[in-house]
């Protein structure tokens, strides 16, 4: 490697990082390079779309089950004052206790199957990511631009999928 500065954009096709056998020196290899890196550009986004939606099925499954649950109510009984309209000083002091010890509480229970799926699903994301990430600090400006192409597609074709 040479001692140049690198803080510019390369327009030569410098080898990428990883691939070191793949030489970027004809405008096929270039062009396939360019097209891997958008490819998985999208599909990292792709990733975080079916997270989401995988993610918000299983809180509507959850929401439902807990509903189904409550459905029936029995209004024979009579089940008082929820709350006294006077409230007494040693309730709410309690209620103030109660609420700062729960700091780190879980949105759910564990559940091992949505977990792994959780993490296999980012840790392919942020692998992802990093090698995206390899491949513009190596300064090529069509890798720059292939990548940013890809978030912007990305975004733009699947981005109502993930609000």
Do not use: C
Not at 78 to 103: N, Y
Not at 142 to 158: D, N, Q
């Amino acid at each position: 490697m040479d001692a140049t500065n690198r803080t510019s954009l390369n327009t030569a096709g410098a080898s990428f990082g990883l691939f070191t056998d793949w030489p970027l020196r004809n405008a096929i290899n270039y062009g396939i390079t360019i097209l891997l890196l958008f490819t998985l550009g999208f599909f990292g986004r792709f990733l975080g779309t079916v997270k989401w939606q995988l993610e918000r099925s299983w809180r509507l499954a959850q929401r439902n089950t807990n509903k189904d649950d409550n459905d029936y109510v029995d209004f024979r009984e009579d089940h008082g004052e929820s709350e006294p309209l006077s409230p007494d000083e040693s309730i709410a002091g309690s209620e103030k206790r109660r609420h700062r010890r729960q700091f780190w509480v879980a949105g759910e229970g564990r559940n091992m199957k949505q977990d792994g799926i959780r993490a296999l699903l980012e840790f392919a994301r942020a692998a992802i990511a990093y090698i995206l990430m390899l491949a513009v600090m190596t300064y090529d400006v069509g890798f720059f631009f292939s990548i940013g192409g890809s978030v912007l597609a990305g975004e733009f074709l699947l981005g109502r999928y993930s609000r």
